[in-house]
């Protein structure tokens, strides 16, 4: 089956600090993968997307990469700001059908 | 564009009580899904519409009931409200894609207690 793996947290970084927060997946066909964010009180937002292997997605910063090899889709940033601070979710999608990590809060202090 | 729209923002409910959580979209989106989020657990999908007229279950269905007679709207419907359906509720819209990419657009949510 599908199923997404991302890393607990939280997460507690100063500003300008180098962030990753680790996704893995499991998939049966050839998923896209998604970087969501949830700032407090709100829905989630796409952050970022690949649809194929070695595929890099980017956006505000924030990177990420498909890897077909090691099933991995880990997000990253160089400089993080105190703005940064949210949830952040691992979600591949097959078919149209959705599947979530269990999201990876992010603390980042002045 | 409003995008997605969900009502209410917030609601306690008591034991034994029914309710609708109502969600819009005017996206002319096909599929519409309905999460809920439970406390450092991701998203769990409920139920799902490819579109109107047509419904699936998803992961955790039990006490929960949809309908789409219009491609706009999608309502969930608590029947016998219980605490373990105290969760923050999400609406979301997709269209088909043939790449089998398209994200969701999510609304903001509804926070329901049971008590």
């Known amino acids: 089956g599908n199923s997404v793996t991302q890393m607990e947290g939280p997460v507690t970084l100063s500003e300008e600090a180098f962030l990753t927060i680790n996704c893995t997946y499991t998939?049966?066909?050839?998923?896209?993968l998604f970087w969501y964010v949830q700032y407090p009180g709100e829905g989630l937002q796409l952050l970022l997307k690949?649809?194929?292997?070695?595929d890099k997605g980017s956006n505000k910063g924030f990177e990420a990469t498909y890897r077909k090899e090691t099933t991995s889709f880990h997000l990253e940033k160089g400089s993080v700001q105190v703005s940064d601070s949210a949830v952040y979710f691992c979600?591949?999608?097959?078919?149209?059908?959705?599947?979530f990590g269990s999201g990876t809060k992010l603390n980042v202090k002045p | 564009n409003a995008g997605v729209t969900q009502t209410p923002k917030f609601r306690i409910l008591k034991i034994g009580q029914s309710m609708t959580l109502q969600c819009t979209q005017d996206?002319?989106?096909?599929?519409m899904y309905w999460y809920r989020q439970d406390p450092g657990m991701g998203l769990k999908l409920i139920y799902y519409?490819?579109?109107?007229?047509?419904?699936d279950k998803g992961e955790v269905p039990n006490g929960y009931n949809v309908s789409r007679s219009t491609t706009e709207d999608f309502p969930l419907r608590l029947e016998l409200a219980a605490p373990s359906q105290t969760s923050v509720y999400f609406c979301?819209?997709?269209?088909?894609?043939?790449?089998?990419?398209?994200?969701?657009?999510f609304g903001n949510g509804t926070r329901l207690t049971v008590t």
């Open positions: 979301a819209s997709s269209y088909p894609s043939g790449q089998g990419y398209s994200p969701l657009h």
């Open positions: 998939a049966t066909g050839y998923p896209s």
């Open positions: 690949a649809t194929k292997a070695d």
């Open positions: 979600a591949l999608t097959d078919f149209n059908k959705f599947y």
């Open positions: 996206m002319n989106h096909n599929y």
């Open positions: 519409s490819v579109g109107a007229g047509i419904t």
